[in-house]
């Protein structure tokens, strides 16, 4: 079987996750944000040094132990890629309950409750399977499921751009309530306005590599880069959906 030649994705990135911060990349498919995000998870090898929380991931095996993913936890833009179809919404935000014991067994029912009203579902949904959800459904419940183990950076790759607008305004709006002085988010989105509403510094990514970072006034007001200003250039003018 032929395998593909090695390339290089992501060359030359380097920034930093401030706690009680909410940092987000921007930029095209294919432009390097997802490895960036891969790489933080030990999905991915490669060459350079990552540290998180104190953690040199860089250092760690190819499959990091359960403290390493207690700390770090991501939400993708699929959820059937981390569900179990057959689970229940239950079993899926229990477990990490479960497997992480930073919580009495006899908070975990509670505890479930709490996830869900947080992410906006209803407790009457705890014994539907993933499969019997719906898309935006499953996305809140592996959204509750990431935050059970109380994680110190959550990293989220287009996670709420399969949800409906009220309700990934509803879910952003608890995200940046839950990041503190002692966690610290990555957001990866292509969608500006809620990246502008949301994040505290936004890097973009153009061909593997950070082309210029800025708070979000800064990026989409007076961006620098030329890649920058065609990416702000393209994002679509409500009001000519009013014209004609």
Same mark, same amino acid.
């Given at each position: 079987?032929?395998?593909?030649?090695? @390339? /290089?994705?992501?060359?030359? $990135?380097? @920034?930093?996750?401030?706690?009680?911060?909410? /940092?987000?990349?921007?930029? *095209?498919?294919?432009?390097?944000? /997802? !490895? $960036?995000?891969?790489?933080?998870?030990?999905?991915?090898?490669?060459?350079? *040094?990552?540290?998180?929380?104190?953690?040199?991931?860089?250092?760690?095996?190819?499959? &990091?132990?359960?403290?390493?993913?207690?700390?770090?936890?991501?939400? @993708?833009?699929?959820?059937?890629? #981390?569900?179990?179809?057959?689970?229940?919404?239950?079993?899926?935000? %229990?477990?990490?309950?479960?497997?992480? %014991?930073?919580?009495?067994?006899?908070?975990?029912? #509670?505890?479930?409750?709490?996830?869900?009203?947080?992410?906006?579902?209803?407790? *009457?949904?705890? &014994? =539907?399977?993933?499969?019997?959800?719906?898309?935006?459904?499953?996305?809140?419940?592996?959204?509750?499921?990431?935050?059970?183990?109380?994680?110190?950076?959550? $990293?989220?790759? *287009?996670?709420?751009?399969?949800?409906?607008?009220?309700?990934?305004? =509803?879910?952003?709006?608890?995200?940046? #309530?839950?990041?503190?002085?002692?966690?610290?988010?990555? @957001?990866?989105?292509?969608?500006?306005?809620?990246?502008?509403?949301?994040?505290?510094?936004?890097?973009?990514?153009?061909? %593997?590599?950070?082309?210029?970072?800025?708070?979000?006034?800064? $990026?989409?007001? =007076?961006?620098?880069?030329?890649? !920058?200003?065609?990416?702000? +250039?393209?994002?679509?003018?409500?009001?000519? +959906?009013?014209?004609?």
């Amino acid at each position: 079987m032929l395998r593909p030649a090695p @390339f /290089t994705a992501v060359d030359d $990135v380097s @920034f930093e996750l401030k706690s009680g911060a909410i /940092t987000a990349i921007v930029g *095209e498919s294919g432009s390097g944000k /997802t !490895t $960036v995000a891969r790489a933080l998870l030990r999905l991915v090898p490669f060459e350079g *040094e990552v540290t998180v929380d104190g953690v040199a991931v860089h250092d760690l095996p190819t499959y &990091p132990g359960l403290d390493y993913r207690r700390r770090i936890q991501a939400v @993708f833009q699929d959820p059937l890629q #981390a569900l179990n179809p057959r689970h229940s919404a239950e079993q899926l935000i %229990g477990e990490p309950l479960r497997v992480h %014991g930073h919580r009495e067994p006899t908070e975990h029912s #509670a505890r479930i409750d709490e996830l869900l009203e947080h992410v906006g579902l209803d407790a *009457e949904l705890r &014994p =539907r399977t993933a499969r019997e959800l719906s898309g935006g459904q499953r996305q809140r419940v592996a959204i509750a499921r990431a935050l059970a183990s109380e994680p110190r950076v959550l $990293v989220l790759d *287009e996670a709420l751009s399969s949800l409906d607008v009220t309700t990934g305004t =509803r879910v952003a709006r608890l995200l940046r #309530a839950l990041v503190d002085a002692d966690s610290a988010m990555l @957001f990866i989105a292509h969608d500006l306005a809620l990246v502008r509403q949301l994040c505290d510094e936004v890097l973009v990514m153009h061909n %593997g590599r950070i082309v210029e970072r800025g708070s979000p006034d800064d $990026v989409c007001d =007076r961006p620098q880069d030329p890649y !920058t200003q065609r990416l702000i +250039a393209a994002i679509p003018d409500p009001a000519d +959906a009013l014209v004609g």
